[in-house]
């Protein structure tokens, strides 16, 4: 089991930045790959980044590449998104997530995320 709790979400302006955490507990959170994904009202739930269990290698949707970062630290079981020069359409609930399975560089599913954190980006 792993439980997940996102925070850091909020009410912003197009061009503002917004950071979002997620802490994990319950499992040896080093060895797990994690993701962030996003659900807006009306659209399929995306993916927009992911980070492998070593922290090297990172993923990010088309549509947030140049503008999020993840990143993690393990000495606090943290993972993070750094958002930048965010935009209405990234308005959304923001989930991290996680598949349990050690040692990988991408998840196969999200069996574990959070009970995610809202963004809004007003224009």
């Known amino acids: 089991q792993v439980q997940l709790e996102e925070s850091g979400g909020g009410l912003v302006q197009a061009g503002d930045s917004l950071r979002l955490s997620c802490a994990a507990s319950?499992?040896?959170?080093?060895?797990?790959?994690m993701a962030w994904f996003r659900q807006a009202p009306g659209k399929e739930r995306e993916e927009v980044a992911s980070?492998?269990?070593?922290?090297?290698?990172?993923w990010y949707a088309d549509s947030v590449k140049g503008r999020f970062t993840i990143s993690r630290d393990n000495s606090k079981t943290t993972v993070y998104l750094q958002m930048n020069s965010l935009k209405p359409e990234d308005t959304a609930v923001y989930y991290c997530?996680?598949?349990?399975?050690?040692?990988?560089?991408?998840?196969?599913?999200?069996?574990?995320r959070g009970q995610g954190t809202q963004v809004t980006v007003s224009s």
């Open positions: 319950g499992r040896t959170f080093s060895r797990l790959a």
């Open positions: 980070l492998s269990w070593s922290g090297v290698n990172t």
């Open positions: 997530a996680t598949d349990g399975r050690e040692f990988t560089d991408r998840l196969f599913d999200f069996t574990y």
